[in-house]
């Protein structure tokens, strides 16, 4: 999504389709339910999206792989998956590296329906939050030395 996003920016003119793809980076990649009214994130979104069509495809590819998490089990998980490659396959959407590590990593995805969306994240924050802490304390001990 970036790279797309930059060789758009690239070619851009100067006029209103640059200044519109700026700085949304962040606005693709976040959660759409995340999107921050008060900021206007929504509303600068859907004006980029709506001036390019390569980069609203991608986005909205992006967001239907999202949905694979939400499928009620693992065979639903698999056939979405398989749908949504033959689909970036055909329009071009992802590279064919994207591809091939999206398909050989394919089996590690699923496995998440076999644990009933158990998911590893929390503890891996938590183990984040520790290596800072650590860290934080080992640059105080050598300042204070």
């Known amino acids: 999504m970036t790279k797309l996003r930059r060789d ?35 509303q600068r979104l859907d004006e980029a999206l709506k001036l390019n069509e390569p980069l609203a495809t991608a986005y909205y590819m992006k967001e239907e ?3 694979i998490w939400h499928q009620p089990d693992k065979l639903s998980a698999q056939n979405a998956l ?10 071009s959407t992802c590279s064919s590296n994207s591809l091939k590590l999206l398909q050989h990593t394919a089996q590690s995805i699923l496995a998440y329906f076999d644990f009933n969306g158990l998911s590893t994240g929390p503890l891996e924050g938590t183990n984040n939050k520790i290596k800072t802490l650590h860290k934080m304390a080992m640059v105080s001990e050598m300042s204070s030395s």
Do not use: C
């Open 8 to 42: 758009l920016q690239r070619e851009a003119e100067n006029g209103l389709g640059k200044p519109v793809l700026k700085g949304i980076r962040w606005l693709l990649l976040k959660n759409p339910d995340n999107l921050d009214d008060k900021r206007n994130e929504r």
């Open 65 to 67: 792989l999202r949905n």
């Open 82 to 91: 398989d749908e949504w490659v033959k689909a970036a396959a055909w329009m």
